[in-house]
């Protein structure tokens, strides 16, 4: 299968730092990334969908200001969490779609972020 | 009704035996199914694909779908406890710029 690399694996960070977190396709390229937040023994919870080149779409209650998405090129996605809170600190998973192929998806490593 | 319906278990069956895990869907336009498995704070790693009704076996996994019931299924042999880890359904329309509908997922133990 396709292979997502996601960086870094895990990060711990003060309170009101920003945080950001790649997610690249190392072997294909990715006209769509999603982003992902989930809690311990729960469910992948989508954020956004990131298509390249243009604006990421938000889910219902995802607050687009703090949780900031770049998808400047096939092979690369960011997200940027913003003024990081305890509350923040989660499992965050990227996964992308590549324009040939089915419409699968690969998931990173996924990113555990620790917010002191 | 959810989307995607998926017993979260635990599961626990004996090395060797056959794990048969199940999903529901309610959405018709559904016609591509996924199983991803995922171990303890890693990602999901894709399984199985299939977009038609029917079984599909790749070695000691099958994923099975049936569309008339709205129903699917992955089937484990000769399970290991190394296939102890939590295993997620997926499903998303027959089109590339759709989302992907996620189960919660079910978490199996393989007993030694």
């Known amino acids: 299968g396709a292979v997502v690399s996601q960086h870094p694996s895990w990060v711990i960070c003060k309170s009101g730092t920003s945080v950001k977190i790649e997610c690249r396709s190392l072997?294909?390229?990715?006209?769509?990334m999603f982003w992902y937040r989930q809690f311990p023994k729960q469910s992948l919870m989508l954020m956004a969908t990131?298509?390249?080149?243009?604006?990421?779409?938000?889910e219902q209650g995802v607050e687009k200001d703090k949780f900031l998405i770049n998808h400047a090129s096939l092979t690369l996605s960011t997200l940027t969490v913003t003024s990081a809170h305890p509350e923040d600190s989660s499992f965050y998973i990227c996964?992308?779609?590549?324009?040939?192929?089915?419409?699968?998806?690969?998931f990173g490593q996924g990113t555990r972020l620790t917010v002191v | 009704q959810k989307e995607v319906e998926q017993d979260p278990g635990p599961l626990s069956v004996p090395e060797g035996a056959i794990v048969s895990l199940n999903c529901t869907y309610s959405n018709s336009a559904f016609q591509y199914f996924m199983w991803y498995r995922q171990y303890s704070r890693k990602g999901p790693e894709l399984l199985m694909y299939t977009y038609s009704s029917g079984n599909k076996e790749d070695g000691r996994f099958t994923a099975q779908v049936d569309k008339s019931s709205k129903y699917i299924s992955l089937f484990i042999r000769d399970s290991q406890p190394s296939d102890s880890a939590t295993y997620l359904c997926a499903m998303s329309v027959m089109n590339r710029d759709d989302k992907i509908i996620f189960g919660k997922g079910t978490r199996l133990h393989i007993l030694p």
């Open positions: 072997d294909f390229q990715a006209t769509t």
């Open positions: 990131s298509n390249e080149g243009s604006k990421a779409t938000y």
């Open positions: 996964s992308a779609r590549g324009e040939q192929g089915g419409t699968e998806a690969f």
